[in-house]
T-cell receptor, first 114, second 117 residues
Framework: DVKVTQSSRYLVKRTGEKVFLECVQD?????MFWYRQDPGLGLRLIYF???????EKGDIPEGYSVSREKKERFSLILESASTNQTSMYLC?????????????FGPGTRLLVL | AQTVTQSQPEMSVQEAETVTLSCTYD???????LFWYKQPPSRQMILVIR??????QNATENRFSVNFQKAAKSFSLKISDSQLGDTAMYFC??????????????FGKGTHLIIQP
């Protein structure tokens, strides 16, 4: 079974803090993704990565950056957290081979920025 | 750009009944994948079923099946013999075929399904 883990289920941070959200997958997947989920807006793609050190902007990259130094780990960074970044953050991974585009999700991190 | 529409914000049925959730999508792509994901109160997004657009046969997974109508761009989910554990948000999602999977999913807004005892 694919296992995607996220470092925290709940996180409370202050405005202006630098925030790191970590995601780890154990299936040797090439692709990793960060989404945020908000009531009424659904799930939106922030960034994704298709290889180590490679990244692509998604639909809402403003205010975020990412890091992928190792294949199994994909970090989302909020350089200076703001209250409008209070949200549920979901990480996902998928394989680049075999024609399977299925994305497998982690349990999510609920971030509150005060 | 793709869009995914789920027209039923909330549905409620009795346990053991059959329920169908609707999803329509818009795309100019010819080859793509469609998914139904389930998100229970725990918030974990769980894959329910997957359909490849080039396959004519509708996908099934135990009590879950889809009705995929490519020309109509429709992708409904049928849950048979519904159980209390099926209570969740259900999301329809789309991804164009890229050969490497390096693209984001486009999600619908979700349908909140409640199974009543």
């Amino acid at each position: 079974d694919v296992k995607v883990t996220q470092s925290s289920r709940y996180l409370v941070k202050r405005t202006g803090e630098k925030v790191f959200l970590e995601c780890v997958q154990d299936m040797d997947h090439e692709n990793m993704f960060w989404y945020r989920q908000d009531p009424g807006l659904g799930l939106r793609l922030i960034y994704f990565s298709y290889d180590v050190k490679m990244k692509e902007k998604g639909d809402i990259p403003e205010g975020y950056s990412v890091s992928r130094e190792k294949k199994e780990r994909f970090s989302l960074i909020l350089e200076s957290a703001s209250t409008n970044q209070t949200s549920m953050y979901l990480c996902a991974s998928s394989s680049a081979s075999g024609g399977d585009e299925t994305q497998y999700f982690g349990p999510g991190t609920r971030l509150l920025v005060l | 750009a793709q869009t995914v529409t789920q027209s039923q914000p909330e549905m409620s049925v009795q346990e053991a009944e059959t329920v169908t959730l609707s999803c329509t999508y818009d795309t100019s792509e010819n080859n793509y994948y469609l998914f139904w994901y389930k998100q229970p109160p725990s918030r974990q997004m769980i894959l329910v079923i997957r359909q490849e657009a080039y396959k004519q046969q509708n996908a099934t997974e135990n009590r879950f099946s889809v009705n995929f109508q490519k020309a109509a761009k429709s992708f409904s989910l049928k849950i048979s013999d519904s159980q209390l554990g099926d209570t969740a948000m259900y999301f329809c999602a789309f991804i164009p075929y890229s050969g490497g999977g390096a693209d984001g999913l486009t999600f619908g807004k979700g349908t909140h399904l409640i199974i009543q005892p």
